[in-house]
């Protein structure tokens, strides 16, 4: 009898830290985030390379009438390069944000949607060697945002 008494106690011990976790890897889910929109708005490659894995894909689809569409890609290297060209923002960066959203996480895997003032992300991340990693963005344009 006394050791079903200990039990609610046990589940505890165990939620809590669970929970710790948990906030952990919203938190450096949404820091990286936050980072990459950061590094776009500012124009600043080398902040863009922390956040993007060497193998990121940044992609898009366009309706041109066809049953495939159009997609228009973007590697990591091409993004990095965007980003240095990229005329500087005189704006803070925070201003364009509008919401971060956190959809999933599932062990190593999220996902994220990143909503700017402009346009709508759909960031895969992957935390490898501990940290995470975006790996694959699906973007479409707001057409408020035009």
């Not at 776009?40 to 066809?66: C, R, S």
């Not at 704006?91 to 509008?98: F, G, H, S, T, Y």
Request: charged content about 20%; hydrophobic content about 45%.
């Amino acid at each position: 009898m006394k050791i079903f008494a200990l039990l609610p106690g046990l589940a505890v011990c165990f939620i809590v830290p669970a929970q710790a976790q948990i906030d952990k890897e919203r938190f450096a889910i949404e820091s990286v985030t936050q980072e990459y929109l950061q590094a776009w708005y500012e124009g600043n490659p080398q902040l863009m390379a922390t956040v993007v894995h060497p193998q990121m894909a940044k992609k898009i689809v366009f309706d041109t009438g066809n049953k495939n569409g159009a997609l228009a890609y973007l590697s990591a290297e091409d993004l990095l390069a965007q980003t240095k060209k990229k005329r500087v923002q005189k704006v803070n960066p925070q201003d364009l944000i509008r919401s971060i959203t956190i959809l999933d996480i599932y062990h190593n895997a999220a996902i994220v949607k990143a909503e700017t003032l402009n346009w709508i992300d759909y960031l895969h991340m992957a935390k490898i060697s501990g940290k995470w990693k975006i790996v694959n963005i699906l973007w479409e344009l707001k057409s408020e945002g035009l």
